[in-house]
T-cell receptor, first 113, second 112 residues
Framework: AQSVTQLGSHVSVSEGALVLLRCNYS??????LFWYVQYPNQGLQLLLK??????LVKGINGFEAEFKKSETSFHLTKPSAHMSDAAEYFC???????????FGPGTRLSVLP | DAGVTQSPTHLIKTRGQQVTLRCSPK?????VSWYQQALGQGPQFIFQ???????QRGNFPDRFSGHQFPNYSSELNVNALLLGDSALYLC???????????FGPGTRLLVL
């Protein structure tokens, strides 16, 4: 069975600083990995996905993530944080297309002026 | 191109009542999944519908049931509501064989 852990339920960064949100997964087969963002009182918006092509994946809003099989990680980064990046971020994994998503518990990102 | 839509946006019920939530998938999608997101937690998978049948189910009791219509829209029904059913209910749609799920804005259910 798959599982996802996200280290740090709350991360605070200053505006302009590097954003690093951590995601580690457990899967018995090569996974497909996703990052979603949720703004207050809204649904989930897809940021980026890894589907066994390039290990460095670029997404929307300047975010990117790198798949590291040896570390079973899929950390999300952004070089320079903006105030508008403040939101909840969820990492999710599936083992096969069509399977249900398993989500991590989420990391709340705060961006300080 | 309309994305995933859900109705209603908010709902207040009392314990023991029944509720029906509705979802219309993104154009071109044929698969609908439902998730429950309790406050401060990640979404938990309830079930998935494809070709009008429940294809997968998470660890939720039989009080949670669903339906998919020929136009791919879907309903989530919850019977005998409990206080613990208070949550944001998210619908996601996808195309069979493709992994990416697109989420609607959710229905926030409060059970008093």
């Amino acid at each position: 069975a798959q599982s996802v852990t996200q280290l740090g339920s709350h991360v605070s960064v200053s505006e302009g600083a590097l954003v690093l949100l951590r995601c580690n997964y457990s899967s018995s087969v090569p996974p497909y990995l996703f990052w979603y963002v949720q703004y207050p009182n809204q649904g989930l918006q897809l940021l980026l996905k890894y589907t066994s092509a390039a290990t460095l994946v670029k997404g929307i809003n300047g975010f990117e993530a790198e798949f590291k099989k040896s570390e079973t990680s899929f950390h999300l980064t952004k070089p320079s944080a903006h105030m508008s990046d403040a939101a909840e971020y969820f990492c999710a994994v599936i083992s096969n297309y069509g399977q249900n998503f398993v989500f991590g518990p989420g990391t709340r990102l705060s961006v300080l002026p | 191109d309309a994305g995933v839509t859900q109705s209603p946006t908010h709902l207040i019920k009392t314990r023991g009542q029944q509720v029906t939530l509705r979802c219309s998938p993104k154009s071109g999608h044929d698969t609908v999944s439902w998730y429950q997101q309790a406050l401060g937690q990640g979404p938990q998978f309830i079930f998935q519908y494809y070709e009008e049948e429940e294809r997968q189910r998470g660890n939720f009791p039989d009080r949670f049931s669903g339906h998919q219509f020929p136009n791919y829209s879907s309903e989530l029904n919850v019977n005998a509501l409990l206080l613990g059913d208070s949550a944001l209910y998210l619908c996601a749609s996808s195309s069979v064989g493709l992994g990416t799920q697109y989420f609607g804005p959710g229905t926030r259910l409060l059970v008093l």
